[in-house]
């Protein structure tokens, strides 16, 4: 079963196709994120160490053209797509995706953007968000285009080290790489709401909903 999984990326990695491919799912995932993009994107990154393709450059700026295209057209749908904010229902991960946005929001809109790149569900509801609030585009376009420079950085750097570490190995070069992704992402959301807790606890702000 890992030698057909292997076969059926390596076809699909090895040809030109893979660049509309993953610029259409990072473009979807702008607005439907129920396969976070980062996952494929740290893939091609594995891929691209261990094998040597895809072009790497090429696939950093298909990345990132595609995802500032997807989350600028979710901001100026923003008051249309509010009824997905509405679904999200207590207790779920999305409603806690909510939560982190209204609570960053409040705290500085610009690091919040870039980091909300970072969690699927955050990303989403901080464009819709954003977008009805008419938050002023030209400050968003720039610190959203920052946040997807980051985050496309990231999700190829950390496959590609994996890919080239464990070149003779793609099956535990992709698990490795994606265990590796995920803990960074994880561990930069918390370093983020531990930064912002110690700063509005000096500013002796309390921490609300």
């Given at each position: 079963m890992v030698e057909t999984l292997l076969s059926w990326i390596e076809a699909i990695m090895l040809t030109e196709w893979i660049y509309p491919l993953l610029g259409t799912l990072i473009f979807l995932d702008c607005f439907i994120p129920v396969l976070p993009s980062e996952v494929p994107l740290n893939l091609v990154g594995t891929w691209a160490g261990s094998q040597?393709?895809?072009?790497?450059?090429?696939?950093?700026?298909?990345?990132?053209?595609?995802?500032?295209?997807?989350?600028?057209?979710?901001f100026a749908l923003g008051g249309r797509l509010m009824p997905l904010i509405n679904r999200a229902q207590k207790g779920s991960k999305a409603y806690d995706a909510l939560q982190w946005v209204k609570r960053n929001m409040r705290r500085g809109a610009g690091a919040a953007i870039i980091i909300a790149r970072f969690i699927p569900s955050a990303r989403l509801f901080m464009t819709i968000l954003l977008g009805s609030m008419r938050y002023p585009w030209p400050l968003?376009?720039?610190?959203?285009?920052?946040?997807?420079?980051?985050?496309?950085?990231?999700?190829l750097a950390v496959g590609y080290v994996g890919g080239v570490l464990f070149a003779g190995n793609p099956a535990i070069a992709m698990v490795v790489s994606l265990i590796a992704a995920v803990a960074l992402g994880f561990g930069i959301q918390k370093a983020q709401n531990s930064l912002a807790n110690w700063w509005d606890a000096r500013r002796g702000v309390a921490e609300t909903p």
């Open positions: 040597g393709q895809p072009h790497l450059p090429t696939m950093f700026w298909v990345a990132v053209a595609a995802a500032v295209t997807g989350d600028n057209l979710c968003f376009f720039l610190f959203d285009t920052f946040g997807v420079l980051l985050w496309v950085f990231q999700a």
